[in-house]
């Protein structure tokens, strides 16, 4: 975290998971106001489950999670992504029967009686990814990987969040649509937005974040800085990512 | 033959009706209430018994849809959204709206007796000639209502920021609320409505029927055929049309087999639609109604 930054998401001994099974233990992290963080693993590692968690979509079993000054533990998945936090989830997950723009507006659904800011968040969708304008009446079932990807981390940003989650963006994209991703998360980054970013591949967090954890088997095995990891090369993380 | 026809499609309203009454809900919740001819019947009943006790009609039928819209949040509250908490892959829903319904069908026959009441006719006096056939002022009244009530819940969840995060919920309930959307009262607005739906067919076909506590096991059972026939799982809208060609079937059918042939040629005809057609006539992934690519959009 910067040394002027005071968190605007703090998770302690967080533990969380599905039926009777723990996936994520005691586990504990901070993103920074205007940081962006990574968490790297390798699949079946736990890092969509710290997601989840954070937006209460997985049942918290013990610990805390706080977002700026609120205590989100016990609050109901709606509450939490009405300005705390927001997420592009892993698959994208978008309303597909519906189209872009219908998308990004119910993104600000807990915005519904502030038009002017609405149409001010629109705008910078639209200024962040241009195509998306013109393909804004388009449904979105009819959108590339890409092109759909770009609409969750619009939708994603309609809310206007405290905290910003993307899960895995750059997965099963081309390498110009990765580097579109990529970009808008540096833009996001000038914006003064805070990151949770979870990935697999380490050139795309290493790119855009200031900070890296590493998770295996559930836990938080290390946390390093990008340099850290350019110094030692991508050898250092390979232990942990196989 | 146009006789059949317009009849078939002024009962086919009404059929048309409960089915988006059963398909709202489930559209919305993924959840079929079987009670949802019982809610029909809790309309008629209220309506006849208020207005038999002196209240004006419109007063009386206000509070008959209320009476159905707050017994269907209950149907939702007690017999749905216990199990889902519990389970939410559970199908004990399919038991529990089904005991909710002989509940409140007993319920009312305790109440009012088994036996019919009197009901209110509205515009059954007038007639009004259309071509070589005639159809009741309660006829066209259907009519006009159904088509009403089917456009504007059209209208209602394509252009409103309530009915996309309807189709919102439909499609993603957790990514739904993962933006902020309080899914559990889309559900009960959605009950609430199904139930509206439901007790406006009963005040329409009421002044036919007149008022018996048991009105909604026939009622409720067409209107399902009328749902699946169209495709009302897809989108409530198909569930009218549905209603229509159900209507219109179940009417030649009375006249051109017998009397008695509505009480089972309609199923004849769901089974052979839906082996034809399995989503229904009207669904959305019917080719005939399935949306298109743009050109520009190809790659």
């Known amino acids: 975290m910067n040394e002027q930054s005071s968190p605007v998401l703090e998770i302690s001994s967080l533990s969380a998971g599905y039926g009777r099974f723990d996936v994520v233990r005691d586990i504990g992290l901070s993103v920074g106001k205007g940081e962006a963080v990574a968490l790297l693993g390798p699949n079946g590692a736990g890092k969509t489950t710290v997601l989840r968690a954070i937006m209460g979509l997985v049942k918290q079993r013990r610990g805390l999670v706080r977002i700026g000054a609120t205590n989100v533990s016990d609050l109901p998945t709606h509450r939490i992504a009405r300005g705390l936090a927001a997420i592009a989830p892993e698959g994208r997950r978008l309303f597909l029967d519906q189209s872009v723009e219908d998308n990004l507006l119910l993104g600000a659904l807990h915005l519904r009686r502030d038009q002017a800011r609405v149409e001010r968040l629109l705008t ?26 770009m609409v969750a981390i619009g939708r994603m940003l309609m809310s206007d969040p405290e905290i910003m989650l993307l899960d895995e963006p750059s997965v099963a994209l081309s390498p110009v649509a990765v580097d579109i991703v990529v970009k808008a998360m540096l833009e996001l980054r000038k914006r003064g937005a805070s990151l949770l970013l979870v990935e697999q591949r380490i050139d795309v967090a290493t790119r855009v974040c200031d900070r890296l954890y590493v998770m295996t088997h559930g836990e938080i095995v290390e946390e390093m800085t990008p340099d850290t990891v350019r110094a030692g090369g991508m050898s250092i993380l390979s232990k942990y990512l196989g | ?32 209430n079987f009670a949802q001819g019982q809610l029909m019947m809790v309309t008629v009943m209220i309506t006849a018994e208020l207005v038999s006790s002196g209240y004006p009609v419109w007063l009386a039928a206000a509070a008959g849809l209320a009476a159905s819209c707050i017994i269907g949040v209950l149907s939702y509250l007690i017999a749905v959204r216990p199990i889902l908490l519990s389970n939410r892959f559970s199908f004990g829903w399919l038991v529990s709206t089904l005991g909710f319904a002989v509940i409140v069908e007993n319920a009312a026959a305790y109440v009012w007796g088994p036996t019919s009441q009197a009901f209110p006719p509205i515009l059954n006096n007038i007639s009004v000639p259309i071509g070589n056939a005639v159809l009741t002022g309660q006829q066209l009244l259907a009519i006009a209502t159904a088509a009403i009530l089917a456009a504007g819940f059209e209208i209602v969840r394509r252009y409103t920021l309530f009915g996309k995060l309807g189709m919102a919920t439909a499609a993603d309930p957790e990514m739904a609320s993962a933006i902020g959307a309080n899914t559990t009262v889309v559900a009960i607005v959605a009950f609430a409505v199904s139930a509206a739906f439901a007790g406006i067919a009963g005040l329409l076909i009421g002044p036919t029927t007149f008022a018996n506590p048991y009105l909604g096991d026939t009622f409720g059972t067409y209107g399902f055929i009328a749902m699946m026939i169209g495709g009302g799982t897809e989108r409530p809208i198909a569930a009218m049309f549905g209603g229509l060609v159900l209507g219109v079937c179940a009417e030649g059918a009375n006249g051109l087999i017998n009397s008695q042939a509505s009480d089972w040629f309609p199923f004849i005809v769901l089974v052979v639609i839906l082996i034809v057609s399995p989503k229904g006539l009207f669904s959305a992934s019917n080719p005939l109604f399935r949306p298109r690519r743009p050109a520009a959009a190809s790659r």
Do not use: C, K, W
């Open chain 1, 124 to 149: 910078s969708v639209y200024d962040l990814f241009p195509v998306l304008r013109n393909y804004r009446h388009r449904l979105s079932s009819f959108l590339s990987g890409g092109e759909q990807q």
């Open chain 2, 1 to 32: 033959m146009l006789q059949f026809l317009l009849s078939g499609i002024a009962i086919g309203s009404i059929y048309g009706l409960i089915g988006m009454a059963l398909a709202i809900s489930f559209y919305v919740t993924r959840i079929i």
